[in-house]
């Protein structure tokens, strides 16, 4: 009966030499795309550098310019998830939770996540990411933790690689194996680790051993505990980690049943008959290609072409002229002739024209224009023309984001939303830089609310609040609250964001791109005439200008010594309803 370690031998064997017919006549191999996009990555050739005579080939990469193009104009930041209720009875709640969860985004690194994702779907054509769930050792909390899966080191079905198998390859010290006795085969693990230690070159504190990890739908006869016992016409979800590869004895370390696959997966362009999209450099395999093949006969034909070469019919004249002086005078009889050999190739200018041929079929290919890449644009061209190739190029690239935006979107509502909701539903202190509209929201909140309790403790003692008293309480709490500029320190009640409901939204347009044209039109607008008659909506704006500005000025010091004359107040007894929602801050 086959076993779990044959069937991973021969799912890595076929993916490492198989194919697939995409049409009649038409194959495919992700192995060997991948490995060709990463040649190509580092500038080198699948059969090496050098020609027939031992010389170095140039390589002219074309590549790795628009692949940093295309990861800039598709890039998403942090800044650009935003949750948004689904009942505006939710909507402090929301708020807040945004604001843990944007914390734990910069604790996790989660922003190197979506940088390292959006290289990786436009490089190799799509990327494949993971849920890790695991524990600190200092808290002993679980932690969530996003990674983006390796390429050179994953095997998956090529046609459907989220239903089908998916193989990750880990190289561990034998201290890593030794941490998870206790959870792995502590007999397994012992076995392994012998088996390493009796090679020659082993080395204890560097010596790496191969684990596989295996996520998959197999027969219920794979499954360790079960075995022959098991049916094997009846398919489960399971996660193997088998130590040791085809090469050496291998041993199964841990399995385990599995309720839902741990990765998610997004094509850069979808190709029918195959799940690896079309990427960047696959566009411009054949562009670099043919480039590189007329670099090589431009340089060939240079170096003909530098050579000095003379010819005569003089058999007086010796063969080699090197030593010739500056000035020297060669005597020729009558008819004889010397000259020089123009060894100077006429085609090197097609060449170059060439090169830039095939340039700018990549270019089209992949909508890198020179006005998308910044380039300076050509002498005397109109800007609206260089605008209108821009907004042309950057079509493509809007819809690949909003492919990501959907992706992280789903992301989050899968993975992160139900690990964040669970983790920061105990109490605990949000600690948070709020924006200058935020900050006037909390602060009057917070001043409402203590100002609210102040008077209600007065009355219960038999004193009479008057307005004047109340405004005191208001302001003197308010003055309080901004000593701490604009971070703000608010406590969070245990079972806060239970069953609370939101939504994600991810910018996909750009607002947080083009800071600098932001910056300048609000500049120019605060200037107008007009805006210098409305001096609250100027302030607004010159707010605005130091927050997008990034000096590390807040917005709050504008407003840090003005008085705050709070609306009509609530009384005691009849709370707002964002004092009802946000809890009490400190």
């Not at 402090?92 to 843990?100: C, G, P, R």
């Not at 012998?194 to 560097?206: E, H």
């Not at 979808?270 to 043919?290: D, F, K, N, T």
């Not at 409901?501 to 007009?530: D, F, H, R, W, Y």
Request: charged share 25%; proline share 4%.
């Amino acid at each position: 009966m086959k076993t779990i370690i044959e069937e991973v031998n021969g799912i890595i064997g076929n993916y490492e030499t198989g194919y697939i017919e995409l049409t009649p006549g038409l194959t495919f191999s992700q192995y060997q795309t991948l490995k060709t996009i990463d040649f190509y990555s580092n500038s080198r050739y699948l059969k090496g550098n050098t020609d027939s005579k031992g010389r170095d080939k140039p390589f002219y990469n074309i590549v790795n310019s628009v692949v940093d193009t295309s990861v800039v104009a598709t890039d998403i930041d942090t800044k650009d998830i935003q949750l948004v209720a689904d009942d505006k009875n939710n909507y402090i709640k929301a708020f807040l939770l945004s604001k843990d969860i944007y914390n734990w985004m910069k604790e996790s690194d989660f922003g190197c996540f979506l940088n390292e994702m959006g290289e990786t779907r436009a490089r190799y054509g799509g990327v494949l990411v993971k849920k890790c769930i695991e524990k600190d050792e200092d808290s002993k909390e679980e932690e969530l933790k996003i990674e983006v899966v390796s390429w050179k080191n994953a095997y998956v079905d090529p046609v459907y690689i989220e239903d089908g198998v998916i193989i990750e390859k880990h190289y561990l010290l034998p201290t890593d194996l030794y941490d998870k006795k206790g959870v792995w085969d502590d007999n397994a693990i012992n076995e392994i680790v012998k088996q390493y230690a009796k090679n020659k070159n082993y080395i204890a504190s560097s010596t790496r051993v191969t684990v596989l990890e295996v996520h998959g739908t197999f027969p219920e006869t794979y499954d360790p505990k079960i075995g022959d016992k098991g049916d094997e016409t009846l398919f489960k979800k399971m996660v193997f980690y088998i130590g040791g590869d085809a090469k050496s004895k291998q041993v199964i370390l841990y399995s385990e049943d599995e309720k839902e696959s741990p990765y998610k997966y997004l094509a850069w362009k979808p190709i029918v008959g195959r799940s690896l999209g079309r990427g960047v450099v696959e566009e411009g395999i054949e562009a670099q290609v043919w480039t590189n093949d007329a670099m090589i006969k431009e340089r060939e034909a240079m170096e003909l072409g530098s050579k000095v070469v003379f010819k005569t019919t003089s058999k007086k004249i010796a063969n080699n002229i090197t030593g010739v002086d500056n000035g020297h005078v060669i005597e020729l009889d009558a008819n004889e002739d010397f000259s020089q050999v123009n060894t100077l190739s006429n085609a090197i200018p097609e060449y170059r024209n060439l090169q830039d041929r095939w340039w700018s079929q990549y270019e089209r290919a992949t909508s890198a224009y020179d006005a998308q890449r910044g380039e300076t644009p050509p002498s005397g061209q109109p800007y609206r023309l260089q605008a209108l190739v821009q907004q042309q190029s950057s079509g493509m690239f809007d819809y690949r984001r909003e492919e990501a935006g959907l992706f992280i979107t789903e992301i989050f509502e899968d993975w992160v939303l139900p690990f964040c909701i669970k983790r920061f539903n105990k109490e605990h202190i949000l600690a948070f830089e709020f924006s200058s509209d935020e900050l006037k929201m909390i602060d009057k909140s917070f001043a409402t609310f203590n100002a609210n309790q102040l008077a209600k403790e007065t009355m219960l003692s038999g004193k009479l609040v008057t307005p004047e008293m109340y405004d005191a309480y208001f302001n003197s709490t308010l003055e309080q609250v901004k000593t701490t500029k604009a971070q703000r320190f608010i406590e969070i009640p245990k079972d806060y964001f239970k069953n609370i409901k939101v939504q994600v939204s991810i910018i996909t347009t750009g607002e947080n791109k083009n800071k600098q044209a932001i910056m300048e039109s609000l500049n120019n607008l605060m200037m107008t005439p007009s805006a210098q008659q409305y001096p609250e909506l100027t302030k607004e704006i010159f707010g605005k200008l130091m927050e997008m500005s990034g000096a590390g000025i807040s917005p709050a010091m504008i407003t840090s010594q003005e008085a705050q004359i709070p609306p009509a107040q609530p009384t005691p007894a009849q709370p707002t309803q964002m004092q009802t929602n946000l809890p009490v801050g400190a």
